[in-house]
């Protein structure tokens, strides 16, 4: 590996953390222009970055950092992939958008926006890069950090409420993921990722309880984070009280979880894992229609359109934990596309919501729905409000980007949340053995996300009803392209995930097969061939 | 040994979990440190606690059984740092809670009797 690109692998932690690091230097009313700018270009940098190595990562080799360049094992690594390539690159375009948009406006309601969204980035990007589970933790703690902070921002009673259960909760879940941790390394005496794929299909049966109990307090931490049902009741309140370019960031934090969980899953309890193979698979896949399930009840029950938001989030990590529980590389890679064209849908969605609501009085959704629960009209407010010069393009626009949301979450044609979920049911149904029977997971995914997509529809067209067609004393909100940009972007590629849908499917198919075969990886990872890998497997 | 740190371990996780499920959030943060005391002392205990046994191998390596295992004490310096961390920083929101809502309760206002 050259030197260059091996820098390139630990750019995405060190990026954040120098900028996030160097902007706290400066304050001030005076230098808030310098210090936005240097969030906005660390970002782009960070895009750039993750563009070149999401290619470099599609020759299918995997970059490997050794921090220190102590040998694998004993060193900590930084493993590049397909699958954490993709997730950076989802990461930073996310950002540059979420960022993009918090210049209009929202950067300005609190203290130290900039730093702690780099330092966010920095613990997001290093969850994504990093090969060990200690460090995991480290860096699971340090964009938590910088999240408690961001959840705040703005103040105000409501975030505080909603930042002290979101604190408590995730520090409780950091202290079973230490247990978790311990008991592995206990049982194992490893933490790196790679060694542990090696030495779990020869951990002794007594001690394979003590193994198995650990992965599962683990994953209890990871699924809290993803908002599997019934650990997400923090997660709408959550997201709800966020600032919108916060919520809209905290959208990849569920998919953190997430894709923790599907690369442990598949590394330690993968088929070749012996006894373990396939461990929790029916838990993720059940806990995931659960939660499917819960989060469609949820948008059909929310007032109010943030919430409205913070479900379609729980749907979207159900659909991509049933999909892993599944455990079938067709599925899975139907899962990741999925995963992309929601969290982008949802992003660009949380960023919306605060566009359109800015014309409304506030409480505004409960008055609503209130009066269509008793049937009353209220006619009073009718002759007010003239003032605001309707402009059709504002109006306009929002009404696009409003369907083109509701289109991406709730899976319909024609845009990529429909191709996501259509690959997603076909890999189901066809579960490619000889049989040729479909199983009972397959029909049961197929009815839970048909129903669920129906559910976002209704409360989407209902939302949007309300917002745009029934609310005759709104005013046209003052919306600048700055803020109206991010959005129209998030959308325009998730149009173009539709256009290019083939060169994508391939792509996610790639990185599926590679997740599918840990050998790949661990051989990789503590620099042994295939015969070595055998060879440790051996002893 | 085993069994005083086992009952230590259990004393203290068992006292955090009564805490963290107490409506008050002065009791919410005193229960997650004896938690995090509870988990600093288990990931001791799965690193084979030894009592007295250095930890650096010498030039003559022996046995490795004489030595205890460094990475645990490693971990829980770590895991010590950041749980401190987190607890200055929910104490802070703690105080934002109470001045704002003026109330300790943990839901920002007190139940209706």
């Known amino acids: 590996m050259s030197g260059v690109a091996a820098g390139l692998v630990i750019a995405p932690i060190l990026l954040p953390l120098l900028a996030g690091a160097g902007m706290l ?20 940098a960070l895009v750039c970055i993750a563009a070149v190595l999401l290619g470099m990562s599609d020759s299918g080799t995997r970059e490997v950092y050794r921090l220190g360049n102590w040998p694998a094992p004993f060193g900590i690594v930084l493993v590049l992939d397909r699958l954490s390539a993709l997730m950076l690159l989802l990461t930073s375009v996310l950002a540059l958008a979420s960022v993009v948009f918090s210049l209009a406006r929202w950067h300005r309601a609190g203290a130290h926006f900039h730093s702690l969204f780099q330092f966010l980035l920095m613990g997001l990007n290093g969850a994504f890069l990093t090969g060990d589970l200690f460090n995991l933790f480290v860096f699971f703690e340090l964009l938590l950090a910088a999240s408690y902070g961001l959840l705040l921002h703005g103040s105000g009673l409501a975030r505080v409420k909603a930042g002290l259960h979101y604190i408590v909760v995730n520090l409780a879940a950091s202290l079973l993921f230490l247990v978790g941790v311990s008991l592995i390394y206990g049982v194992t005496g490893t933490l790196n990722m790679a060694d542990l794929a090696v030495r779990v299909p020869h951990v002794a049966p007594e001690s394979r309880g003590l193994l198995e109990a650990g992965a599962a307090v683990l994953a209890v931490a990871f699924l809290l984070k993803a908002g599997m049902w019934p650990l997400s009741f923090w997660l709408p309140t959550a997201y709800a009280a966020a600032s919108p370019p916060v919520a809209s960031i905290f959208a990849i934090m569920t998919k953190v979880g997430v894709y923790i969980i599907l690369r442990l899953s598949l590394l330690l309890f993968g088929e070749e894992a012996g006894a373990s193979a396939g461990f929790g698979g029916d838990w993720l896949l059940w806990g995931g229609l659960a939660t499917i399930i819960f989060g469609a009840i949820g948008t059909l029950a929310s007032q109010d359109t943030a919430r409205l938001g913070g479900f379609s989030v729980l749907v979207s990590s159900g659909t991509v934990l049933a999909a892993t529980g599944i455990g079938q ?15 982008l849908g949802i992003g660009a969605f949380f960023l919306l919501v605060e566009l359109v609501e800015r014309g409304r009085e506030p409480g505004a959704d409960v008055i609503a729905v209130t009066r269509e629960a008793y049937g009353e009209e209220d006619e009073l407010d009718e002759a007010e409000e003239d003032v605001g010069v309707a402009i059709v393009a504002t109006m306009g626009l929002l009404g696009v980007a409003f369907i083109g949301c509701a289109l991406v979450i709730a899976g319909l044609p024609p845009l990529s949340g429909f191709i996501a979920k259509f690959a997603l049911l076909a890999a189901a149904l066809n579960p490619g053995d000889r049989s040729g029977a479909v199983p009972g997971s397959g029909w049961a995914l197929l009815v839970v996300l048909i129903l669920s997509g129906f559910a976002t529809l209704v409360a989407m067209s209902r939302a949007g009803l309300r917002i745009f067609w029934a609310s005759p004393d709104r005013t046209v909100p003052r919306i600048r392209a700055i803020e109206m940009a991010p959005v129209m972007v998030l959308l325009m590629i998730c149009v173009a995930q539709t256009i290019l849908a083939g060169p994508v499917i391939r792509f996610m198919q790639a990185t599926a097969q590679s997740l599918h075969a840990p050998a790949g990886y661990v051989s990789d990872v503590l620099q042994v061939g295939a015969e070595g890998v055998r060879q440790v497997e051996g002893k | 040994m085993e069994l005083v740190l086992a009952i230590g371990i259990g004393t203290l996780a068992a006292s955090g979990v009564w805490l963290i499920l107490r409506p008050r959030t002065f009791q919410v943060i005193i229960g997650l440190s004896l938690l995090s005391y509870a988990v600093n002392l288990f990931i001791v205990a799965m690193g084979r606690a030894r009592s007295g046994a250095p930890v650096l191998i010498a030039k003559e390596i022996g046995d490795p059984a004489k030595y205890a295992d460094p990475l645990p004490q490693a971990l829980v310096l770590t895991a010590i740092v950041i749980s401190f961390a987190t607890t200055a920083l929910f104490l802070v929101v703690l105080l934002a809670s109470r001045g704002l809502a003026r109330t300790d309760h943990v839901d920002g206002q007190e139940p209706e009797a």
Do not use: D, M, P, W
């Open chain 1, 25 to 44: 230097l400066l304050h001030g009313e005076k230098q808030r222009a310098v210090i936005a700018g240097l969030n906005v270009a660390a970002t782009i």
């Open chain 1, 329 to 343: 590389a067709g599925v899975t890679s139907a899962a990741l596309f999925y995963l992309v064209s929601s969290t």
